[in-house]
C-alpha cells in the first residue's frame, strides 16, 4: 500500500524558510513522478511543483525562483525548499506520486506566513 507522509510545515514570518518532506512508502518510488499541490483557505488546490522520475523539474510562475523541488530516491523522499515566503504563500500543502495512471496524496502540511 502507498502511503505519503508530509512533514516540515509550520509558522514563519515573511522572508523566511521552510523546507517540506514527503515521505513515500511501496515501491517504485524512483519511477513515479513526484508533485507538490497547495490549498489556501476559501481556494481551489493549485500545483505548486513537480519533479520526473528523471528530475526535471517544473514551477508554477508564482513559485518559480523561491522554491526548488527536489528528490532522494535512495530515501523515497521528495522535497520542497521554500525561500522567501510570503502571506500569499499560506496553505496547506500536500504531495502527490504519481505512476503511470495511478496518484497517491499526502494528508498535507499547514504553512503559515505571518508576522
Known amino acids: 500500500q502507498v502511503q505519503l507522509v508530509e512533514s516540515g510545515g509550520g509558522l514563519v514570518q515573511p522572508g523566511g524558510s521552510l523546507r517540506l518532506s514527503c515521505a513515500a512508502s511501496?515501491?517504485?518510488?524512483?519511477?513515479?513522478?513526484m508533485g507538490w499541490y497547495r490549498q489556501a483557505p476559501g481556494k481551489e488546490r493549485e500545483w505548486v511543483a513537480s519533479?520526473?522520475?528523471?528530475?526535471?523539474?517544473n514551477y508554477a510562475d508564482s513559485v518559480k525562483g523561491r522554491f526548488t523541488i527536489s528528490r532522494d530516491n535512495a530515501k523515497n523522499t521528495a522535497y520542497l525548499q521554500m525561500n522567501s515566503l510570503k502571506p500569499e504563500d499560506t496553505a496547506v500543502y500536500s504531495c502527490?506520486?504519481?505512476?503511470?495512471?495511478?496518484?497517491?496524496w499526502g494528508q498535507g502540511t499547514q504553512v503559515t506566513v505571518s508576522s
Open positions: 519533479i520526473t522520475s528523471g528530475g526535471t523539474a
Open positions: 502527490r506520486r504519481s505512476l503511470i495512471n495511478n496518484h497517491y
Open positions: 511501496g515501491s517504485f518510488f524512483s519511477a513515479s513522478d
